[in-house]
């Protein structure tokens, strides 16, 4: 976690991360579309880390197999803290007793949807916040990394990829109804919209290849159409994970 030149926080994943490069682009695309299909997601932000600061920082490493590699200096990708650590609390596991707490959770529904779309090959990771004095929490979804297959920018549709660990937080979905508007947004999501969303990613982050972004558009444009198929076959899987889908008149 960093704090930025903006004054405000943020989780910041780098270049020469363990995973892949090219999870930048991912979690600043699919955190985007995430945002235009009016979902719950981290304001994301390009965040450009000095190389000063790295070399003064004994922080800014990553361990990796009893190996310590200093972090790359230039631009990072950069999450906002979904609330102010002085102002409020972050929870990554959340007590599903307490899930009548959350003020958003029908939004899950709609996160499905998007995992679905953008080929999520991780389990969905959420934060569950609030401020200081508030009794309801708020979801917000984290962690777009492994969308469109991580390093890998190919569509291996699975059931039970992208999807959150816990049925409780599907139990409200009785029908296509509990899926809007988000379901809605991501199949009539404009061309531009999308288009602007990938332009926005440094070239660096995925090796200035540029007809290699431009494919994992045109895919994500094709796939539009294909969410709700998605969705059925993870609702048909033996997780059975919408015992209260009410079956279409």
Sequence with gaps: MMRCADGNYYVVKFRNNPQHLRV???E?????????????????EVVEVGDWLVQNSSDLNIQLSGSVIRCQPGLQFGSRYVVD?????VFDYFPMAMLERVRNLESFAGMLALDKWTANSNGRQATFWR??????????FIDQGYCFNAGEWTFPDNPLRGVYARNEVYLNV???ESFQPWLSRIEGMNEDVIWNCAAGIPPEWYASDWGAL?????CLLDRRSK???LI?????????PFPNWKEDA
């Design 24 to 26: 930048l682009a991912n």
């Design 28 to 44: 600043l695309l699919a955190t985007r579309l995430a945002e235009a299909a009016g979902l719950p997601v981290p304001f994301t």
């Design 85 to 89: 650590p002085l102002r409020g609390q």
């Design 131 to 140: 401020k200081v004095r508030e009794q309801k929490y708020t979801v917000t």
């Design 174 to 176: 009785c029908g296509w």
């Design 214 to 218: 431009e494919e994992l558009v045109h």
């Design 227 to 229: 969410v709700r198929e």
């Design 232 to 240: 059925m076959a993870f609702r048909a899987c033996p997780r059975q």
